[in-house]
Every structure is written in structure tokens, then in C-alpha cells.
């Protein structure tokens, strides 16, 4: 299920810009929503970072309702990068579904993140 990015109107954040910058990744997720605009729930069990809000003239998915992108971390992700991890001798592993907070822009996909080797 991929977003329909050009229905973007803007990406509201529930953190500010200097705890989003910290932050390894979030991760990103389409979720059918009955409404457009306000604010979101998360799927159980994790924790709402920032959603979509979708343009007036964004119609629904048949019955189904408005495809919404949503960024969410779990209690088990590592929530912010001390400045020394890229460094370490321990990769960061991040799921497939991670992107780079910083890289979110309405009507653009965000930039993903792979797996993070450790460098020999």
C-alpha cells in the first residue's frame, strides 16, 4: 500500500526539530485513517512521532478512507545516535521501514536508511 505522496499538504511532527535530528531513524508507515487532516493513533504498542495531513480535495480509498503516512518509533528502537556510534565497532541496525526524520517533506518519499555496516 504506497502513499499517494502528491495528496500531501504538509508533515506535522510531535517532536521539535533538535529532537528529530538526534533521532537514528523513525519509521514509516501508510495506515488507512477515517479522516484527513487531525491527528492520528498509532498501531498498538508504538509510539506516534509525526502523520500526514492530506489536502481538502484528497478523496477516499472507496470505503476504506484516506491513506495517510504516519512515522512511529517502537519501544526497542534506539531513539537518538550518540555522536560516537558511527564510529564503534557495533553496526546499527535499523528496519527496512526506517527513514531519516530529517528527510521527510510532504509530497516526496523519505529518504530510507540501510543497515549500517561497521568500518574495518
Same mark, same amino acid.
Given at each position: =500500500?504506497?502513499?499517494? *505522496? ?5 508533515? /506535522? ?9 538526534? =533521532?537514528? *531513524? ?7 485513517? $477515517? %479522516? ?8 498498538? @504498542?508504538? %509510539?506516534?512521532?509525526? *502523520?500526514? /495531513? ?6 477516499? %480509498? @472507496?470505503?476504506? @478512507?484516506?491513506?495517510?503516512? %504516519?512515522?512511529?518509533?517502537? !519501544? ?5 545516535? !550518540?555522536? $560516537? ?6 553496526? /546499527? ?7 531519516? !526524520?530529517? $528527510?521527510?517533506?510532504?509530497?516526496? !518519499? $523519505? ?10
Amino acid at each position: =500500500m504506497d502513499p499517494t *505522496y502528491e495528496d500531501e499538504e504538509k508533515i /506535522v511532527w510531535l517532536r521539535d526539530h533538535e529532537t528529530l535530528a538526534r =533521532m537514528a *531513524y523513525v519509521r514509516e508507515k501508510v495506515q488507512l485513517c $477515517s %479522516i484527513r487532516t487531525c491527528p492520528v493513533k498509532a498501531p498498538q @504498542g508504538e %509510539i506516534l512521532i509525526g *502523520y500526514a /495531513v492530506l489536502k481538502k480535495t484528497t478523496a477516499k %480509498i @472507496g470505503s476504506e @478512507g484516506f491513506r495517510r503516512r %504516519i512515522f512511529t518509533l517502537l !519501544p526497542e528502537d534506539r531513539d537518538f545516535v !550518540p555522536e $560516537s556510534t558511527f564510529q564503534e565497532t557495533e553496526a /546499527v541496525h535499523v528496519p527496512p521501514e526506517a527513514v531519516d !526524520p530529517l $528527510s521527510v517533506q510532504a509530497g516526496k !518519499p $523519505s529518504r530510507r536508511l540501510r543497515e549500517i555496516q561497521p568500518q574495518e
